[in-house]
């Protein structure tokens, strides 16, 4: 279950380092005009952050939960990778919003090679 750990884990770790970045550059201007909106946001970021990175660690130390969780981590990331371009398309920044398209689309390509499912069925 090479793939899906891999993005896991990857996608993951660019989370933290991304609003980690965002958050010390001063580049949330939620955390002044709606903080309580961004916090939770960010709440859930990084708990879909954490579920990717530790059930792809886990699927790597073949732990028998670990694709159960890559598999929850997987399902926010989805949502995440198709609500979060909105905000990125309203300011016209392409980039990002392509971004989050190649996102998606390696969530599908580890959702669909099946194994993670068959790893929770089975």
């Not at 939960?65 to 609500?83: D, F, N, P, R, T």
């Not at 371009?85 to 669909?112: N, S």
Request: glycine residues 14%.
């Amino acid at each position: 279950m090479k793939f899906p750990a891999i993005y896991g884990v990857s996608v993951g770790v660019l989370i933290i380092a991304q609003w980690t970045f965002f958050l010390a550059t001063g580049a949330v201007p939620e955390m002044h005009t709606a903080p309580w909106s961004i916090g939770f946001h960010l709440a859930a970021e990084f708990v879909m952050a954490a579920a990717l990175i530790a059930g792809g660690v886990g699927i790597w130390q073949s732990r028998q939960w670990a694709a159960k969780v890559l598999l929850a981590g997987l399902g926010m990331a989805l949502y995440s990778e198709i609500v979060s371009p909105g905000y990125f398309a309203q300011q016209g920044t392409w980039g990002l919003v392509l971004m989050f398209a190649v996102l998606l689309a390696g969530a599908l390509v580890g959702l669909q090679l099946g194994e993670v499912a068959a790893d929770v069925a089975g």
